[in-house]
C-alpha cells in the first residue's frame, strides 16, 4: 500500500495531530479557512490512475 502513494511511506497519526496543533494554536490567527488534505500526495493528479494501460 505504501508504495502507491508518492511519498513512499503511511501517514502517522501524530502528523495530523500536528495540523490539528497547528490550526488551534495562535500561529494559524490569521488562516480564516481552508482545505488541508494529509494523504501523501496520493490525490494530486500527476499521481491519479485514469485506467490507461
Excluded: C, K, N
Excluded at 501524530?14 to 501523501?40: C, K, M, N, P, R
Amino acid at each position: 500500500m505504501a508504495s502507491a502513494i508518492p511519498m513512499g511511506r503511511l501517514g502517522l497519526p501524530e502528523e495530523v495531530g500536528e495540523l490539528a496543533a497547528f490550526l488551534g494554536s495562535d500561529e494559524s490567527s490569521y488562516i480564516t479557512g481552508g482545505q488541508y488534505v494529509i494523504d501523501g500526495g496520493s490525490t494530486l493528479p500527476e499521481s491519479v490512475s485514469v485506467g490507461i494501460e
